[in-house]
């Protein structure tokens, strides 16, 4: 369990989470007449994995298997590298320490996400609902890269406390971004306008809320996050329709998605 001062960075990350985020200067756009913003939808300034030495990601893959029974912690990175067959001073290449296999985890689970795009399960749920609409699209694609927190979520609290450290908070929000692009450019999104950030702006805090509610859900194969999930996915379709910007938006969610959580009995 998740110790006091966690869910207190917790919260606060939270509470804080609207004023703080900017998008990097690769996903800034500027003005342009008439038409709004010229923005630039590259995502060069996404980590990758390819970015990891082979010492690093065995290293980290392996301290992530410990995570369950020791937690996002340097005891967990230790064990990774003892694994990978490593002096103990090899841990030295991890300067950021645990956040370094939360870092690890958000990364390579963006990027199976890509692969799972282009699976035969994707492609048979497509072919097997002709009409199936963007949201139920973003749905699935959230419960799919929701799935993969499932041997660590009980630890998430922890990986949030770290994700919210003034060092990390650039990284964490820019990976969340990241993932909520991710994901809306395999539903299909084309968006060319400043809506283009606030669909992914949304999504991040519909992400993240979901994350925390489901690091503390007891239901049988998480269906009480699934249905929170949705609640949250219904609510930005009423929210998004008189809400024109990012900044707007979060500044209405830091505050709602907090109650929201309490709620439903999530403690923080």
């Not at 805090?205 to 509610?213: D, M, N, P």
């Amino acid at each position: 369990m998740a110790s006091k001062s966690s869910h207190r960075v917790l919260r606060q990350g939270l509470l804080g989470f609207g004023a703080r985020w900017n998008p990097s200067p690769a996903l800034q756009g500027s003005r342009i007449g008439l038409n709004g913003y010229r923005l630039n939808h590259a995502q060069g300034s996404a980590a990758s994995s390819a970015s990891y030495t082979p010492e690093q990601a065995a290293i980290l893959s392996a301290a992530l298997s410990h995570v369950p029974s020791q937690g996002f912690t340097d005891s967990a990175l230790l064990s990774g590298v003892k694994e990978s067959g490593y002096l103990d001073v090899t841990t030295n290449l991890f300067p950021q320490g645990p956040f370094d296999i939360v870092k690890y985890h958000l990364v390579t689970q963006r990027e199976r996400l890509n692969k799972f795009a282009e699976s035969e399960e994707w492609k048979d749920l497509q072919a097997t609902n002709p009409r199936l609409g963007t949201t139920s699209k973003i749905r699935a694609l959230c419960i799919e890269r929701l799935k993969q927190n499932k041997d660590v979520i009980r630890r998430w609290p922890e990986a949030v406390a770290l994700m919210k450290y003034p060092t990390n908070l650039q990284s964490s929000t820019s990976e969340l971004f990241s993932l909520a692009d991710t994901m809306w450019n395999i539903a299909g999104d084309r968006t060319v306008d400043v809506s283009w950030y606030t669909k992914r702006g949304i999504l991040s805090g519909i992400y993240a809320a979901t994350e925390v509610y489901m690091s503390q859900d007891k239901s049988d194969r998480f269906t009480n996050t699934w249905a929170f999930l949705d609640e949250r996915l219904a609510d930005s379709a009423s929210v998004g329709s008189t809400v024109g910007r990012v900044g707007q938006y979060l500044d209405y969610a830091r505050y709602n998605v907090v109650n929201v959580l309490r709620s439903k009995g999530v403690k923080i």
